[in-house]
């Protein structure tokens, strides 16, 4: 096993793939010679040539509509947006087309794709490259929409992504790829899609969390442990669509208190349906009101002020402090 | 406090009328709801309902009079003062079909100048908004009180902002009134506070040993059999400690005198066997220290025997032999019978019916300090009389002056009383009993 920065774990992962499964093509802008704007794709060009990785001219929409075409010819492409920001060019086609193929053709067809794009902020970045818009796509039907949180399980999911026989978008939290190294073993692994997972166990409240707020949640969850004897369970929910909300119901019903963490905005975000699933499944074991700590309804603000928007682990500890004196 | 009444919106979009009659007097007294004044509009004559249960104060108007709405017509005095700060939870809105027959809730309190509307019916449930809404509880709370068949709206809340919690419903299944939904059987309780409040059952124990290395010393025998009694006495009892100071130079120049005397016969003449004979004289005149409280069938059961436990501080802890009928007993029986029972709790021979039976309890700390303490009350009983310690002390004599200052042995009484059973001045009463007993050992003779 190696140590692996996230970016390293997903390249292994495209990799691997493709020496497995010829059908495996990847393209975008830059991915090719360059090896992607943050090297995930780094080194595929040389081992595969340019008919398997392929740059492209500067049009997201034509990127996502050139996959679909070869997802239903049967290729499996693994397309790249340089940023999520930039993706809602190739939304149409992904709305209009790659989620609804499969219904559509009564069947007949399906589209195996994944669009890849790295998202969110604490990167110090430009505008349109910091945000977490994953909600469009979990709102979409017919979309799976994957967001990994360390090296490990971002290779494990790549890989599921890839074998998916649907379109799956996969954000890859920025803030993570070169932000700590992880062992990702060499031979294959992989998560299946729609699994949450308990990242750590406690019995006094329930962190639901996903993506690069998973971070701030750990540390919030060991300060409350250090400072407070909380023991909070966290929750990763790996896969925003379709939502696996087994998990943190019953984590709920187990502590009575949930806070949700994530960098999106608030409003309609995924937090509220987390909640929505808890008032179904969970609504007679609640203790509290299930708090959010999220991003604000602004657009996000450029770095000077972003670490103000993203959650912290200040917020998330005094979010769980009111629900638990609550 | 006067209330003032104003003319109500007669409604119907109705300004002004014509009083037609005064159907009160200055000094009457007149029920919530009674007709008060006949008021005729240029549609109908209508009966005016007192807007509260009071005295009338002043009426403002007479037969003839053009009055307006709004304008001030008669001034109540409202002699239960009190009804309008009682806690809301008193008088929950009775839902429950199983008890149709039962009087509906009083109105509440009563702003009756600010009300706009008319008074309705005696037989209308007042709508306060208030009390008519769902009780304030977690989800999870409800899940407990629907699985443990407690009503909500029974349970006296302890959470914040008036919310119920689970700990008061556990507790209110534990101690309270049956699961409402037992129709066979209905309720007694009209939906007040009961007699016995409820407690929160468990905390949870924080994890000291984060701050430092800690010993857990498991809670044995005694200890434990003290701190049960001690936290069911504590949260079933209001208590009060009513105090005072008894001069006993004179009992102690007394008790000096007859010492030795006593202890050929086998006794020690301590200042708790006179506390003995001074409480039982004050337990006669006043009965109700000589009680305990019956919260299931809400009655005073007042004791016809002097059975009085002396607090006893002994190796194992604390334990309070009782002596059987202290009112028949002279103060040489006392003294030897306190010694021996004394010396028998030390050795730890006393037996249980040594220890059962009390109606009232002494407890004295004086040998070892203190001016003055809060004694717990031995539940059930009513009361306990603590003795702090004497002290010589300058005392002021003399009602006018020259006043005169004289060194005084003063010992420090403290009785602590159920205010569900018995009030301050009681409680004044009976300790003037005590104090005056120990102050004049000739009284105590003829106890």
Redesign the interface.
Known sequence: MAKMTMVQALNLALMQEMEKDDRVIVLGEDVGVDGGVFRVTDGLIEKFGPDRVMDTPLAESGIAGFSIGMAVYGLRPVCEMQFSGFSYYAMHQMEAHAARLRGRSLGRFHVPMVLRCPYGGGVRALEHHSESREAYWAHTPGLKMVIPSTPRNARALLVSAIRDPDPVVFYEPKAVYRAFREEVPEEEEILPIGKSQVVREGRDVTLVSYGASLHPTLEAATRLKEER?VEAEVIDLLTISPLDDDLFTASARKT?RVVIVHEAPRSFGPGAEIMARLMEKS??????PVRRVTGFDIVIPLFQREMQYLPGANRIVNAVRETLD? | MPVEFKLPDLGEGIHEGEIIDVLVAVGDTVEDGQPILVVETDKATTEVPAPVTGKVAAILVKPGDEVKVGQVLMTFSTEDESRVTRPAVEAPPKKSAEAPAQPPPEPLPAKAGEREEPVGKADEAPKSPGLSGPVPA??????LARELGVDLRRVPPSG?GGRVT?DDVRAFAEHGAKPAAKPEAPPVDKGEIPLAPAVISRVEF??HA?WGPVERIPLKSIRRATARHMALAWSQIPHVAHQDVADITELESFRRRHKAEIAERGGALSLTVFALKAAVAALKDHPRFNASLDTATEEIVLKQYFHIGVAVDSERGLVVPVIRDVDRKSVTDLAVELLSLAERTREGKTQVEDLQGGSFTITNIGVLGGTGFNPIINFPQVAILGLAQARWQPVVRGRHEPFEIVPRLMLPLILGFDHRVVDGADAARFLNRVRENLEDPEKLLLV
Do not use: C, I, N
């Not at chain 1, 609504?283 to 509290?288: N, W």
């Open positions: 004897g009575g609504f007679l074991y609640l203790e509290a609550f | 977690t989800p999870s709370t409800r899940r914040p689970a924080e994890d984060r």
